[in-house]
């Protein structure tokens, strides 16, 4: 392995986005944030919109900074969330800012498609992936419906990570990993199908040519080296979905793992060489997205941490000091208000406390009075949820799952991974929090064979970060717990 090569990841998510330095040297990698910056929901005409060219701006904002220190940069690459995407004109411009998921227009699109278009089945046993109404085949649908202009004058659609490449390159590609997430693509051809494209009246034509992650996109265009001072530095298609990335982060001995991203969202997964579809996986709403080096993540959406930050926005009387919220909920009897985190009156509520309260009451259980009983609530019910998952994922994996690796910003919580640790009777490995931009910049360095393969990719990983170990204990009254909410949770 060669020392110092440095790597500039562009990672964004729905709230946030940051740029970073990677370095790797003497098999490890050190990372160094350059920027970080807000990712800005727009609401306007009742619909909802991200800011592409804000975007935009910022990423050449973090690479001037990183070409005024005279860092030789190996590559670039981006990753950010799924599903969204940008319409380009036949002149080569945008035609208008991207929707967000969260537009309101999917509200009713998904129900509509699958009962006027092709069925639920049929959809599930070609792609493999969950029902979401957000999902790409869902949104473009409601925008033809709506007669949606950009839609309909649209030369190429790029998903958002490949429409951020082609600003900086001028290349359109398809990555991978982002279509995926589209419901659009089959993983057992890891093509998108031209029947589900041919029902929203698309062509494969609209789209870039398909790229796996480690593939050359192209380098900076001369535009954008005289903006930031750089040379032609190349462009990689990395895991361009952002759990995909950090999901090649996850820093495994062997394939004996799930994993558990935990972050707004819990994404809670194995790694498998072929996707599992059936009509187990199709009854529990399970997805087949794409890994890199032709892997699939067979996983379930959880909504996460979305419940208590939404909870922290509307209250008035909690510690901001989240250490101390935290501290305050664990001294309320444990499982005395139990929810189901995904039941769909937690999707977007007006107030999201209410909502639990409703639940609770709707469930007869005890109602939580205040942010510390809310809070616990919270942390017992993910925690069964996750072991609910990891119980059907024992069932569905061809291999016995030894362990489970939690990766992203909730790996943070100690309290909430040591409930998972008892909760799912597995041992827990917290770590790394930054797992999406050590995924990004691990594929870059595979790219130009600085690292050899994903097991690579894991080991130095896991020699460049302390990992924490949770065992489980208390197994009787968190097996009693379950059995309550299982009760519970078949009520509704």
């Not at 199908?193 to 789209?207: A, H, P, V, W």
């Not at 007006?350 to 205040?370: F, K, L, W």
Request: with cysteine.
């Amino acid at each position: 392995m060669q020392n110092n090569k440095y790597f500039f990841a562009v990672d964004l998510g729905a709230t946030s986005g940051r740029t970073i330095l990677g370095t790797l040297a003497e098999g490890k990698i050190e990372l160094e944030e350059v920027t970080r910056f807000p990712n800005n929901l727009i609401e306007q005409g009742g619909h909802f919109y991200w800011d592409i060219y804000a975007l935009y701006f910022e990423i050449i904002k973090g690479l001037k900074a990183v070409a005024q220190r005279n860092v030789e940069i190996t590559s670039i690459g981006i990753d950010t969330w799924g599903v969204d995407f940008v319409f380009i004109g036949d002149d080569g411009a945008i035609l208008r800012n991207p929707r967000a998921y969260r537009d309101p227009i999917t509200f009713d699109a998904m129900d509509d498609y699958l009962k006027h278009v092709i069925s639920k089945k049929e959809v599930y046993d070609v792609t493999g992936i969950q029902f979401l109404n957000f999902n790409s085949i869902f949104q473009l649908y409601a925008m033809k419906r709506e007669g949606n202009a950009a839609f309909r004058n649209a030369a190429k659609i790029l998903f958002v990570p490949d429409a951020l490449s082609w600003m900086l390159t001028g290349n359109e590609v398809c990555e991978y990993t982002i279509a995926s997430t589209s419901q659009l693509l089959d993983p057992r051809t890891k093509q998108l199908d031209e029947r589900l494209l041919n029902s929203i009246g698309l062509t494969r034509s609209k789209f870039g040519k398909m790229v796996q992650p480690g593939e050359l996109i192209g380098c900076l265009s001369e535009e954008v080296r005289r903006m930031t001072g750089l040379g032609p530095v190349p462009v990689i298609a990395v895991a361009g979905h952002d759990t995909g990335s950090a999901v090649a982060a996850v820093p495994a001995k062997d394939e004996k793992f799930a994993y558990l991203s935990s972050g707004t969202w819990s994404l809670m997964g194995i790694e498998t060489k072929d996707a599992i579809i059936s009509d187990m996986s199709y009854e529990r709403n399970f997805t087949n997205e794409g890994g890199i080096e032709g892997t699939t993540r067979f996983l379930k959406n959880i909504c996460g941490m979305w419940l208590l930050e939404r909870c922290r926005k509307e209250w008035t009387d909690a510690p901001t000091d989240y250490g101390t919220l935290i501290a305050d909920a664990i001294k309320v009897p444990a499982f005395q208000s139990i929810i189901n985190p995904d039941d769909p009156m937690f999707a977007n509520p007006s107030n999201m406390q209410e909502a639990i309260r409703d639940y609770c009451r709707q469930t007869g259980q005890h109602v939580p009075a205040n942010y510390a009983e809310t809070t616990r609530c919270i942390f017992d019910s993910l925690a069964l949820r996750y072991k609910q998952v990891f119980n059907y994922l024992k069932e569905m994996a061809s291999f016995p799952i030894e362990t489970l690796h939690i990766i992203g910003g909730g790996s943070r919580n100690a309290y909430l991974n040591q409930f998972t640790a008892n909760s799912t009777g597995a041992e827990v490995l917290a770590g790394p929090t930054e797992g999406t931009a050590l995924g990004n910049i691990m594929v870059q360095a595979k790219s130009v064979g600085a690292v050899k393969d994903i097991w690579d990719m894991r080991r130095i990983i896991a020699n460049s970060i302390e990992l924490v170990k949770y065992e489980p204990t208390d197994k009787a009254a968190w097996d009693a717990a379950f059995d309550k909410y299982l009760q519970i949770t078949n009520k509704k």
